[in-house]
């Protein structure tokens, strides 16, 4: 009997230590070979999983433009709730940066706020898979744990039209959330046209 709790027990940890470590963020997979220029123009975000602190909250939309020195840059927009009631459109603006060319698909994102009440700073900006024309789905981790998996982070899937993304490009987003160990924590974002 000892043996077969021992041995019980062995394979639970086995299996808690392997979903841990499909957890580790530098073990995520980004878009392979990652093309600006293809994700250039208007994205609409669908879903969200917000991060700790203030987010935009609905009617979020970012418009990627390439410059002529070739680095992406990106005007985004949406409604945020201030001081729990005032809700107001923001406007954010985004630098991004290719620490790796290598992995084009791993940036980092220097943003900041045009108003004085939004937050600026830098947050890694990973696209996790685009087919470009549909649907991006997007990644940062604000804060790791000690084990390499994520404390803080937050993600979009963002599609070209507002108005949904198809089942089959659904599934593959599906897969794609529980691939970044977020599944279950999207929620949709609601787009009204209000900003």
Same mark, same amino acid.
């Given at each position: 009997?000892?043996?077969q709790?021992?041995t019980?027990?062995?394979l639970?940890?086995?299996?808690?230590?392997?979903?841990?470590?499909?957890?580790?963020?530098?073990?995520?997979?980004?878009?392979?070979?990652f093309?600006?220029?293809?994700?250039?123009g208007?994205?609409?975000? =669908?879903?969200?999983?917000? @991060?700790?602190g203030?987010f935009?909250?609905d009617?979020?939309?970012?418009?990627?433009?390439?410059?002529?020195?070739?680095?992406?840059?990106?005007?985004?927009?949406?409604?945020?709730?201030?001081?729990?009631f005032?809700?107001?459109?923001?406007?954010?603006?985004?630098?991004?940066?290719?620490?790796? @060319?290598?992995?084009?698909?791993?940036?980092?994102?220097?943003?900041?706020?045009?108003?004085?009440?939004?937050?600026?700073?830098?947050?890694?900006?990973?696209?996790?898979d685009?087919?470009?024309?549909?649907?991006?789905i997007?990644?940062?981790?604000?804060?790791?744990?000690?084990?390499?998996?994520?404390?803080?982070?937050y993600? =979009?899937?963002?599609?070209?039209?507002?108005?949904? =993304? @198809?089942?089959?490009?659904?599934?593959?987003?599906?897969?794609?959330?529980?691939e970044?160990c977020?599944?279950?924590?999207?929620? @949709?974002?609601?787009?009204?046209?209000?900003c």
């Amino acid at each position: 009997m000892d043996f077969q709790m021992f041995t019980l027990v062995m394979l639970i940890l086995a299996c808690v230590e392997q979903g841990l470590a499909s957890c580790v963020v530098d073990s995520f997979m980004v878009k392979e070979d990652f093309d600006p220029k293809r994700y250039e123009g208007k994205w609409y975000a =669908l879903q969200k999983k917000d @991060p700790e602190g203030l987010f935009l909250q609905d009617n979020i939309s970012a418009e990627y433009t390439i410059g002529d020195d070739g680095a992406m840059v990106a005007s985004s927009r949406g409604r945020v709730t201030l001081f729990g009631f005032w809700v107001v459109c923001a406007d954010m603006a985004a630098q991004y940066s290719v620490p790796d @060319p290598g992995s084009p698909g791993k940036m980092f994102m220097n943003y900041q706020g045009l108003a004085s009440y939004l937050s600026s700073g830098g947050d890694n900006y990973w696209v996790i898979d685009t087919d470009y024309d549909n649907y991006a789905i997007t990644y940062a981790c604000r804060k790791l744990k000690d084990d390499g998996s994520c404390e803080d982070g937050y993600s =979009l899937v963002f599609a070209r039209s507002p108005r949904g =993304l @198809p089942p089959t490009i659904q599934r593959v987003v599906r897969q794609k959330q529980e691939e970044i160990c977020m599944a279950g924590e999207f929620q @949709p974002v609601l787009q009204s046209g209000a900003c």
